[in-house]
């Protein structure tokens, strides 16, 4: 529902599940948490499913829900710290923040647990820190946060206190989530775009098909194909100084393209013969000088794929089709200091 490859997705999903303790009927909750989240804020559904690899298991056990987890992502996100880097920051802020409270306490005058001994969520804690430091010279501040979160959780531990706000508002927002993923994979899927994704699975289930009516054919033809290399390979051998004497006068400035057809191929013309050894020298070519190389189907995928990108992005400049994308960029202490600009199509 948000452009991450299916098999992708129910990989995320299930990964999801496990880290949290939920049920298969929790699926389609995960799937609309981490859309909604994606869509919300700087992140894709993959950037959270990588996050959650290192963050999910310890925010269970601290008693952090699925949506408040991919909330404290999601505003991580937003400042440019994703994937495993974010979820490496929310594993050391939930481990540091119930496992120091004498320190917590000592710096910020903040208790990690409640009245009834029960821990504090990790945000309200880092919310009562920021309460506690506003008042602070900048450096004094900046000296305290990296003793108690250590400089590689310092940045972190600075967005999120101060946008404690934000992330109470995202997680409230997670908890009605309930048909994100249907709805945007429903507008996916509307006009032409999702007509030609459908048409094209279509064709790859054809294509599948087709292979398999096929295999014992091509099967054969690959046989012929290599009992032909064997044949030259062995000739190529048995002479190696001729062709080594015959190839010296033009090694240096040639490259070599060949197209074997075997006896299953006869329809093959020599159009056709000719087009696949020009595809085979152009890879030769691009080895460097003095190669040759041998047309193989994949040369042929590999051609046509790139080409169909180079047309694709040309006609996307000539529409208009091409963005900018403006991801902030921070310093050690969560202050937004630039910008990047990313082009997008």
């Known amino acids: 529902a948000t452009g991450t490859d299916a098999a992708l997705s129910a990989g995320i999903m299930a990964a999801t599940l496990r880290q949290f303790g939920l049920g298969a009927g929790e699926a389609t909750r995960a799937a609309d948490v981490l859309t909604k989240t994606a869509n919300s804020t700087f992140n894709t559904v993959e950037a959270l499913g990588e996050s959650l690899k290192y963050a999910g298991p310890v925010a269970k056990s601290l008693g952090l829900s699925l949506e408040d987890t991919t909330a404290i992502l999601g505003v991580l996100g937003n400042v440019g ?30 208790t990690n647990t409640d009245a009834a001994g029960n821990l504090k969520p990790l945000v309200q804690i880092l919310d009562e820190i920021n309460d506690a430091t506003a008042n602070m010279p900048v450096a004094e501040r900046t000296k305290r946060m990296a003793e108690a979160f250590g400089l590689l959780g310092i940045t972190s531990a600075n967005v999120l206190s101060s ?41 790859e289930g054809t294509a599948l098909a087709i292979g398999d009516a096929l295999a014992p054919s091509l099967i054969s033809l690959v046989r012929t194909i290599e009992g032909v290399a064997t044949g030259l390979t062995t000739f190529v051998k048995a002479n190696q100084e001729m ?31 000719a087009r696949r050894a020009d595809v085979a020298l152009y890879r030769a ?55 990047e600009a990313l082009a997008r199509w």
């Open 243 to 273: 062709i080594l004497q015959a190839a010296k006068g033009v090694a240096i400035f040639t490259a070599v393209g060949v197209a074997l057809i075997g006896a299953e191929e006869a329809h093959v013309g020599s159009v056709e013969a």
């Open 81 to 110: 710290i994703q994937g495993s880097e974010a979820g490496t920051a929310l594993r050391r802020l939930g481990v540091i923040s119930a496992a120091s409270g004498d320190k917590l306490k000592e710096l910020f005058n903040v």
């Open 163 to 203: 946008t404690a706000g934000g992330v109470t508002a995202l997680a409230r927002d997670l908890q009605n989530a309930e048909g994100t993923a249907a709805k945007a994979a429903k507008e996916m899927d509307a006009g032409l775009g999702g007509a030609m994704r459908i048409a094209l699975s279509a064709i």
């Open 285 to 339: 070519k691009d080895e460097g000088r003095g190669r040759y190389c041998f047309f193989e189907a994949d040369m042929d995928a590999a051609l046509r794929v790139r080409r169909g990108l180079e047309t694709d992005l040309r006609q996307a400049m000539r529409d208009g089709g091409v963005w900018l994308a403006y991801q902030p960029q921070v310093d050690a202490i969560g202050k937004i200091v630039g910008v």
